[in-house]
């Protein structure tokens, strides 16, 4: 194999694996925290709301958000660790 295609296929699987650890994080507030966990999380109170309440009305769409940065901020580091970047 190619030096290039071997380059391609590490930039491709450091990319794989940040994308999947977001959507794992992802999947786990919004999934685990404000549907499957509710219960033990409203024990706790979060700005006057209850946590899990929280987590499902707005926690999970501020988390996805802040991920969509962490991603930018991640591909850029790749992206210029592979000389891919466009600056």
Avoid: C, H
Wanted: charged share 15%; net charge positive.
């Amino acid at each position: 194999m190619s030096q290039t295609k071997l380059k391609m296929k590490a930039y491709w699987n450091k990319n794989l694996k940040t994308l999947l650890f977001l959507l794992f994080i992802w999947f786990l507030v919004s999934f685990g925290f404000g549907i499957l966990l509710v219960e033990p999380l409203n024990a706790i109170q979060f700005g006057g709301f209850k946590l899990g309440f929280w987590f499902a009305q707005q926690g999970s769409i501020y988390t996805f958000v802040v991920l969509i940065f962490v991603y930018v901020y991640r591909m850029n580091q790749l992206d210029k660790e592979f000389d891919v970047n466009e600056e």
